[in-house]
């Protein structure tokens, strides 16, 4: 069983900045890939970015640019640092961590962002 503890979630102004944080403890596989989803009411969840445990990255194209994926493999965290946010990007953001056929998802964390 893999644990993910989310952070850093709250209410920023169009233009703003934010700095999400989701650390993993538990069973965790050296080779192994994080990120986070989003989901905005009445729309399905999303990817938004994801990053392996050797550092390769994926982006939704609506937030290339502007999110920057990163983790700390020593401390099983990876952060969503999010620029110039828009109102559309408010939605609950889900952590995630796989490995093989196994994925596990993080509480969520409330985004929002004011006009």
């Known amino acids: 069983q893999v644990q993910l503890v989310e952070s850093g979630g709250g209410l920023v102004q169009a233009g703003g900045s934010l700095r999400l944080s989701c650390a993993a403890s538990g069973s965790i596989f050296s080779i192994n890939a994080m990120g986070w989803y989003r989901q905005a009411p009445g729309k399905q969840r999303e990817l938004v970015a994801a990053?392996?445990?050797?550092?390769?990255?994926n982006y939704a194209d609506s937030v290339k640019g502007l999110f920057t994926i990163s983790r700390d493999n020593a401390k099983n965290t990876v952060y969503l640092q999010m620029n110039s946010l828009k109102p559309e990007d408010t939605a609950v953001y889900y952590c995630?961590?796989?490995?093989?056929?196994?994925?596990?998802w993080g509480q969520g964390t409330q985004v929002t962002v004011s006009s």
């Open positions: 995630f961590y796989g490995w093989g056929s196994s994925l596990y």
């Open positions: 990053i392996t445990s050797g550092g390769s990255t």
